[in-house]
Nanobody
Framework: QVQLVESGGGLVQAGGSLRLSCAASGRTFSRYRMGWFRQALGKEREFVASISWSGGNTYYTDSVKGRFTISRDDAKNTVYLQMNRLKPEDTAVYYC??????????????WGQGTQVTVSS
């Protein structure tokens, strides 16, 4: 069992930066691929980024490549999403995920409660 709690969302102007954190509980955190998904108002939840259990393998959706960086600190049971050069279209609720397969969520995944990111133009 893994419980996830996100933090770090907020309001930022276009071009600015935010760092999201996801604190996980559970002794098996290090075994999971961790990821971030987002859901904009009126749209379906979409994949943003994921990182392998070793941290050596990452995936990003095309729209955030070169701007976002996912990382993990297994000693702190925490995964991060550094978001730079933010755009208004990045506005969404961002969800932390444990268990997704590369870029796709599965029915057995664990999810956090979400954190709102709003980028003003």
């Amino acid at each position: 069992q893994v419980q996830l709690v996100e933090s770090g969302g907020g309001l930022v102007q276009a071009g600015g930066s935010l760092r999201l954190s996801c604190a996980a509980s559970g002794r098996t955190f290090s075994r999971y691929r961790m990821g971030w998904f987002r859901q904009a108002l009126g749209k379906e939840r979409e994949f943003v980024a994921s990182i392998s259990w070793s941290g050596g393998n990452t995936y990003y959706t095309d729209s955030v490549k070169g701007r976002f960086t996912i990382s993990r600190d297994d000693a702190k049971n925490t995964v991060y999403l550094q978001m730079n050069r933010l755009k208004p279209e990045d506005t969404a609720v961002y969800y932390c995920n444990a268990g997704a397969k590369l870029t796709t969520a599965t029915p057995t995944d664990y999810w956090g409660q979400g954190t709102q990111v709003t980028v003003s133009s």
